[in-house]
């Protein structure tokens, strides 16, 4: 499962980031890839980092806590995602509501797109959500 196709990226607030990392890891172990800013060595040029995981991606998760809408970066991701998505029919966007937020902290960009109602989810239960998710995507191609 970890060819380009099944690529994940994973956007969220510097506030949730434990998270996202924590996810990562659960996908990792169920053979899936993703990709979140904290995974990049120090040295590295983040943008060009940044820029080739977004345009390798097939689905975008959006982790949305109550910092999400106020993160530069996450709505930078979010822009980018959802002008993929405009231009490839193959390209999913899942909107993840975690702990401490709720529906209405989805940014109105992303509110188009089905998404997970994460808030009492592990970051485990969740990795095995997204799992299903992934195969059914690359089952569409």
Do not use: C
Not at 42 to 50: K, L, P, T
């Amino acid at each position: 499962m970890s060819d380009k196709k099944s690529q994940i990226f994973i956007s969220s607030s510097n506030t949730d980031s434990k998270t996202a990392q924590d996810l990562v890891r659960a996908l990792s172990l169920r053979g899936v890839t993703a990709w979140h800013d904290s995974e990049l060595p120090v040295g590295d040029r983040w943008m060009d980092a940044m820029e080739e995981k977004l345009s390798q991606a097939s689905i975008y998760v959006h982790l949305v806590g109550p910092d999400y809408h106020s993160s530069r970066w996450a709505n930078f991701e979010s822009g980018v995602a959802v002008g993929r998505a405009a231009h490839d029919k193959n390209v999913a966007l899942i909107p993840v509501v975690l702990t401490g937020a709720t529906w209405a902290d989805v940014p109105s960009l992303l509110r188009q797109w089905n998404g997970i109602d994460a808030r009492q989810s592990t970051p485990d239960e969740l990795a095995t959500q997204l799992v299903k998710i992934v195969e059914r995507h690359k089952q569409a191609d």
